[in-house]
């Protein structure tokens, strides 16, 4: 009976699923208003990247390399709620969640080569408004760990 039930069945329709390459259609000020990266350098973190963000999956469309790495930086970005990332990237929370904890986990890989405190005492002596300047508009913070002071926060028990 169910073997002539599904002979009877009109075949199913095949999915289409959205490209979700969004690099390719945004210039380059978009790119770097969004993602706060410039266009190479985000193309060298999905280089640097891409063996450690693929997944060993037997789903037909695991998310690139690509995809995760841009749902991660626009998190980053916009400090927004991931359901809201999710949807502007056309995956769902759960997707953003995992993509941006694995994009987190190899960013602290770099910490080692990216990171470093002063250790002279020339390097002590910087202005604390100094920064070191990346090719292409990356500016990034350079914090002097003789200048950062961490205070309590005051409770009501104080």
């Not at 060993?56 to 695991?62: E, G, H």
């Not at 986990?105 to 990171?115: D, G, P, R, T, Y």
């Not at 002063?118 to 002590?124: D, F, Q, V």
């Amino acid at each position: 009976m169910a073997a002539a039930a599904a002979v009877m069945l009109p075949p199913r329709e095949k999915r289409s699923y959205a490209e979700r390459t969004v690099l390719h259609g945004m210039r380059r000020n978009e790119v770097i208003e969004r993602y706060r990266l410039s266009p190479e350098r985000i193309k060298w973190l999905v280089d640097k990247f891409e063996t450690e963000l693929e997944r060993d999956t037997n789903r037909n469309f695991p998310l690139s390399a690509e995809t995760q790495v841009l749902t991660a930086l626009r998190y980053y970005a916009s400090g927004s709620f991931l359901k809201v990332i999710g949807d502007t990237m056309g995956i769902c929370k759960a997707s953003a969640s995992r993509s941006v904890h694995a994009v987190s986990q190899c960013l602290c890989s770099l910490a080692i080569e990216w990171i470093t405190f002063p250790s002279t005492p020339e390097e002590l002596n910087v202005n604390n408004n100094s920064y070191i300047f990346g090719d292409n508009n990356d500016t990034l913070p350079r914090l002097s760990s003789s200048r950062c002071f961490l205070k309590s926060a005051r409770t009501k028990w104080q």
